[in-house]
Nanobody, 121 residues
Framework: QVQLVESGGGLVQPGGSLRLSCAAS???????????MGWYRQAPGKQRELVAT?????STKSADSVKGRFTISRDKNTVYLQMNSLEPEDAAVYYC??????????????WGQGTQVTVSS
């Protein structure tokens, strides 16, 4: 079983900061190595969108809307998202994503339960 536990969401005022964490665990990681990890978000009435990703080598990619404000990082099987200068447009449910490359041709994506980020005055 694979378990992704997210934490760090909450209510902040515009301009505030939050740090999201997602810890991956499970017996399968005795045999397989976690690949790319990332964060996605979904606001009410909108489709889920990519926020940022980070590879095992530390290469990062982020959406244009969060560049300069959000920073993704990882430590072993935990991925973080430091969110600064939060705006009302950032309010959404944030989901952690972990890709496990079971084979060179295909992997499998696991998702966290989601953590609510609310930005409001």
């Amino acid at each position: 079983q694979v378990q992704l536990v997210e934490s760090g969401g909450g209510l902040v005022q515009p301009g505030g900061s939050l740090r999201l964490s997602c810890a991956a665990s499970g017996s399968i990681f005795s045999s397989y190595t976690i690949g790319t990890m990332g964060w996605y978000r979904q606001a009410p009435g909108k489709q889920r969108e990519l926020v940022a990703t980070i590879t095992t080598g530390g290469s990062t990619k982020s959406a244009d809307s969060v560049k300069g404000r959000f920073t993704i990082s990882r430590d072993k099987n935990t991925v973080y998202l430091q969110m600064n200068s939060l705006e009302p447009e950032d309010a959404a449910v944030y989901y952690c994503n972990v890709n496990v490359p079971y084979s060179p041709a295909a992997g499998f994506d696991y998702w966290g339960q989601g953590t609510q980020v609310t930005v409001s005055s």
